[in-house]
């Protein structure tokens, strides 16, 4: 099994820097895929980015250019920095991990086997 545990959440104002973390326990990390949801109030839950070791990221377009994906496999850390945060940004966002290697797949909650508790971005104007 896998447990993964999100933090790095707060409020920020609009403009400005996150940094969330995704700390994942177990022995295969390596193996895993590890992707980024969010969740705003009254919305779906949707997809942010994902990431396959270093060399093949996904991101949606909402936050291409302002978010970046990186992970640490030797600390079984995944990173997800935000930088010019939007009010629109705020949301409880989600690690998710999945050994699904084809990123066609990444966009899909059900892709993933994995899920944090989650951690709360709140983006102030």
């Known amino acids: 099994q896998v447990q993964l545990v999100e933090s790095g959440g707060g409020l920020v104002q609009a403009g400005g820097p996150l940094r969330l973390s995704c700390q994942a326990s177990?022995?295969?990390?390596?193996?895993?895929?590890m992707g980024w949801f969010r969740q705003a109030p009254g919305k779906e839950r949707e997809f942010v980015a994902a990431?396959?070791?270093?060399?093949?990221?996904l991101y949606v377009d909402s936050v291409k250019g302002r978010f970046t994906l990186s992970r640490d496999n030797a600390k079984n850390t995944v990173y997800l920095q935000m930088n010019t945060l939007k009010p629109e940004d705020t949301a409880v966002y989600y690690c998710?991990?999945?050994?699904?290697?084809?990123?066609?797949?990444?966009?899909?909650?059900?892709?993933?086997?994995?899920w944090g508790q989650g951690t709360q971005v709140t983006v102030s104007s």
């Open positions: 998710a991990a999945t050994q699904n290697m084809y990123s066609s797949t990444w966009r899909s909650r059900g892709t993933y086997d994995y």
């Open positions: 177990g022995r295969t990390f390596s193996s895993y895929v």
């Open positions: 990431i396959r070791a270093s060399a093949v990221k």
